[in-house]
Each structure stands twice: as structure tokens, then as C-alpha cells.
């Protein structure tokens, strides 16, 4: 990567952690607004569980708003039941099945860059709505020209580049937070986003009978 690709990908990273904190500081002064909401719960075991619930909702919305990246470290957040309550949990699972698929006009542009070719010449059918939908890719249904139907899996545009970053980012926040929180180092939070980080992606266009 030459000098002004490495600038570039500065400044990405650095908007895009600008992003993240912003979302951050939205999601804690709903918190707080919570908390307050709280004060006029008199049941202690009622007020727990407003707590978890709302702390699962806010981790959840956060996730879905930072987008790819983040909907993953969820979806692995979602299996963490010694880390998480089990409201916290529930609402995490919600991502497994919740996320919002790209356009077919991007669908198009990332067939025809991976395939070198119009997606015609390979595929006499491809269906435009996908049949599924995850954080890093979505899947279509196609036929061949020999009459095969396949599925065909299509990863999100620029979604390298962004998880590259995306995982950068949440290792520094894990680094600065299980440096000033014990929270953080009894949750493990650095081995936790040393493992999203390793996750080894497919390649961007996959075809399976």
C-alpha cells in the first residue's frame, strides 16, 4: 500500500472510530435516561431485570448501527452465556436473523468484478431477493445454463476493508478498556476481540450446488 493509500485508510479508521463513539455516547445517555426510569421502580427483582433487559436492547441497536463488522462481534457476544445475562442474550440472538440486505444494484457490481463477466453469461436465472441475509454476506438462488440450481453467496461490497478496520479498532478499545476496567479484565474483552479479529473470510463470490 503506498503513502496515499495508508493516509487514506488513516482517515477512514479515524472516522470510522469517531462513528463508533458517537454511537457509543448515544447509547449511554439513553442509559442514563433508563436509570432514571428506574428510580420509579419500587420491586428490587423488577428493577434487575428493566437493567439487563435495557442493556441488552442498547447493545443490540448499537451493534445494528454500526453495521457488518460489529453484527458479528454480536452474533459471538450472543453464544457468551458467562459473560452476558440472559435478557442480554436474547436480544443478541435477535441478530442472528435481522440483518439487512444490500442492494441488487451492488449484488450486480460484485458478481460482475469477481465473475470478470455479466452475471448472464454464467447464470441463465438469478434471483434478485436473496434468500438469506448475515453481517459479512448474502445468499441468491441461481441456475446454471445447464440447468443447476445453485446458491450463490455474495459477500457485502468493501466488507475487507471494513472488518480490517473494524477489527483494528475494537482491539485498541479492548487494549484501553482492560486497562482501566477490572469488568473488562474478568470478561476477557481483549481475548474476545483477538478472536473476531483472526476470523478468516471466503472468498468475495462462492458458488455451491
Not at 482517515?11 to 458517537?22: C, E, K, P, Q, T
Amino acid at each position: 500500500m503506498g503513502l496515499v493509500g495508508k493516509v487514506g485508510d488513516w482517515v477512514a479508521s479515524a472516522v470510522r472510530l469517531l462513528n463508533i463513539l458517537l454511537v457509543a455516547i448515544t447509547l449511554g445517555l439513553l442509559y442514563l435516561f433508563g436509570s432514571v426510569r428506574r428510580w420509579f421502580i419500587t420491586d428490587p427483582t423488577r428493577r434487575r431485570a428493566h437493567r439487563r433487559r435495557q442493556r441488552g436492547r442498547l447493545l443490540r441497536v448499537g451493534f445494528m448501527a454500526l453495521g457488518g463488522s460489529f453484527i458479528k462481534v454480536g452474533q459471538v457476544l450472543s453464544t457468551r452465556a458467562d459473560l452476558l445475562s440472559p435478557e442480554c442474550i436474547d436480544e443478541l440472538r435477535a441478530l442472528q436473523d435481522r440483518v439487512p440486505a444490500f442492494s441488487w444494484r451492488r449484488v450486480q457490481q460484485t458478481v460482475r468484478l469477481a465473475l470478470g463477466a455479466d452475471e448472464t453469461t454464467v447464470f441463465a436465472q438469478f434471483s434478485h431477493r436473496p434468500i438469506a441475509a448475515g453481517s459479512i454476506a448474502q445468499v441468491h438462488r441461481a441456475m446454471l445454463h445447464d440447468g443447476r440450481v445453485v446458491a450463490v453467496k455474495v459477500r457485502r461490497p468493501d466488507i475487507d476493508a471494513r472488518v480490517r478496520r473494524d477489527a483494528r479498532i475494537c482491539l485498541w478499545l479492548a487494549h484501553v478498556a482492560h486497562a482501566v476496567s477490572a469488568k473488562a479484565r474478568a470478561w476477557r474483552l481483549g481475548e474476545t476481540m483477538r478472536s473476531f479479529s483472526a476470523v478468516t473470510m471466503t472468498v468475495g463470490v462462492s458458488k455451491s450446488p
